[in-house]
């Protein structure tokens, strides 16, 4: 018996009530494990991207198939891409961090907040934006390098942001966690 195929699977379609139920129901039909899933309604459309390994014979193109006729009134925009057989491991040493921001409803945040990010290479793992009146919100999952003075790094970041009209606050995940549980 070979190895199981593993994709990532990415799903859009108009939000309606129970497609969560119906994917990851066929998910099941075809024997399907679910490794990770992240969904979010954007602008009226049911956003998903997961990771699950099947029984050998289940290829992407079946896969595809099977979940973008979930709806036949409304087909399914569905990409299946095979999983990297290994993934590039994360260096040693990184910490996770929890960064929030905010800043006026304007063009360019996300871009501004991410280049920085970039600039300092920190790689952004999560990101969830959203707008609530005049306010833009932001709230990533970054990881700070190993060996980067915290402090420091928290002094300039929000310089930086500022400059940009953004506040920005930057916490060690497990101290987010630990006051953000429901």
Not at 26 to 50: C, H, K, P, W
Not at 66 to 79: N, T
Not at 102 to 123: C, E, F, H, M
Request: aromatic letters at 6%; a negative charge; proline letters at 5%.
């Amino acid at each position: 018996m070979g190895m199981n195929p593993s994709f990532v699977i990415s799903i859009m379609a108009r939000d309606r009530v129970g497609i969560i139920a119906d994917v990851t129901g066929a998910i099941r039909e075809l024997g399907g494990n679910l490794a990770d899933l992240s969904q979010t309604v954007l602008g009226g459309y049911f956003t998903m991207i997961l990771v699950g390994s099947f029984p050998d014979g289940v290829t992407a193109e079946g896969l595809r198939e099977r979940l973008r006729h979930l709806d036949p009134a409304d087909p399914f925009e569905v990409g299946v891409k095979p999983r990297l057989e290994a993934p590039t491991p994360a260096p040693a040493g990184l910490a996770k961090y929890v960064l929030t921001a905010v800043g006026p409803d304007k063009i360019g945040l996300v871009a501004t907040l991410s280049g920085y990010l970039r600039d300092q290479a920190i790689n952004i793992e999560d990101l969830a934006t959203r707008v609530d009146g005049e306010r833009y919100w932001m709230t990533l999952l970054v990881n700070l390098p190993a060996g980067t003075e915290v402090g420091a790094f928290k002094r300039h970041l929000k310089q930086a942001m500022a400059a940009a009209g953004i506040l920005a606050e930057l916490q060690h995940e497990s101290i987010f966690r630990a006051t953000n549980e429901v």
